[in-house]
């Protein structure tokens, strides 16, 4: 039969690790508000009407001067026509006294065939031609958005492809990926996308727009949370079993 001071000596420890507990899974509370949002992003406009696509975007930073803008794409045009996604291309936020992205590199990418495109920020922007937009970087398979290079070392049909651009400036923190957007029509416009390869000989120009946006934690921030939740439940366990005894 357990005694009153023993009892009272484990409430009293049991009490201070459940405040430990609950302080560490209060700690990864903010982490969990500021994760990553992962955005839809599917095809709204196309030129010709033989390319579509759908994927998926999102942007985080490590600090202020430090983020990156991660993009995956599936090309979903129709199988008994092929085709390629060639290149692609993306806005830059506007440059204000609080923000700005200074330099912008390609720091991996799930293939090997595509190579940046970058232009002078805001000052010449990637010839996206018709869409007037001031496209500013972006990632091709040639060495120009309009052409180069084959297009069977594209994305093919029912392929999916991932690219992260790293970026380096000021305010970094202070940018969402809305700010990569530009509103035009109605729709919330976030890339444009090059087609080639078409079986009929044909290319096309499509544009992305920005969908709806799922937050996704930090693995690092689940393990913390997750660690915090089972130490809690295996401490009630023992301290059940204990005080059966």
């Known amino acids: 039969m357990m005694s009153i001071s023993s009892?009272?000596?484990f409430s009293m420890k049991r009490l201070t690790l459940t405040i430990?507990?609950?302080?560490?899974?209060?700690?990864?509370?903010?982490?969990?508000?500021s994760a990553t949002l992962m955005y839809?992003?599917?095809?709204s406009y196309s030129l010709t009407g033989l390319g579509?696509?759908?994927?998926?975007?999102?942007?985080?930073?490590?600090?202020?001067s430090n983020a990156s803008f991660t993009v995956s794409l599936t090309n979903t045009s129709p199988a008994a026509n092929e085709g390629y996604i060639t290149a692609m291309a993306f806005l830059?936020?506007?440059?204000?006294?609080?923000?700005?992205?200074?330099?912008?590199?390609?720091?991996?990418?799930?293939?090997?065939e595509?190579?940046?495109?970058?232009?002078?920020?805001?000052?010449?922007?990637?010839?996206?031609?018709?869409?007037?937009?001031?496209?500013?970087?972006?990632a091709g398979i040639g060495k120009s958005w309009e052409g180069g290079g084959k297009p069977g070392e594209g994305i093919g049909v029912g392929s999916t492809?991932?690219?992260?651009?790293?970026?380096?400036?000021k305010g970094l923190d202070l940018l969402s990926l809305n700010?990569?957007?530009?509103?035009?029509?109605?729709?919330?416009?976030?890339?444009?996308?090059?087609?080639?390869?078409?079986?009929?000989?044909?290319?096309?120009?499509?544009?992305?727009?920005?969908?709806?946006?799922?937050?996704?934690?930090?693995?690092?921030?689940?393990?913390?949370?997750?660690?915090?939740i089972l130490g809690y439940s295996l401490l009630k366990r023992r301290s059940g079993s204990f005080l059966q005894k």
């Open 7 to 9: 009892s009272k000596g």
């Open 20 to 33: 430990m507990l609950l302080f560490t899974i209060i700690i990864a509370c903010p982490s969990l508000s």
């Open 40 to 43: 839809d992003v599917n095809s």
């Open 52 to 64: 579509s696509f759908t994927g998926s975007a999102s942007y985080s930073y490590t600090d202020s």
């Open 92 to 112: 830059l936020p506007s440059t204000t006294y609080q923000s700005k992205i200074e330099s912008i590199f390609m720091s991996s990418s799930t293939s090997d």
């Open 114 to 138: 595509f190579d940046l495109l970058f232009a002078s920020y805001k000052k010449n922007p990637l010839n996206t031609s018709p869409f007037q937009f001031g496209f500013d970087f972006g």
């Open 161 to 169: 492809e991932t690219f992260t651009f790293s970026m380096t400036g």
């Open 179 to 228: 700010d990569f957007t530009q509103q035009y029509g109605g729709h919330n416009v976030i890339a444009a996308l090059r087609f080639k390869g078409f079986e009929n000989g044909g290319s096309d120009k499509v544009l992305g727009e920005l969908g709806g946006g799922a937050q996704v934690p930090e693995p690092a921030t689940l393990l913390l949370f997750g660690s915090g």
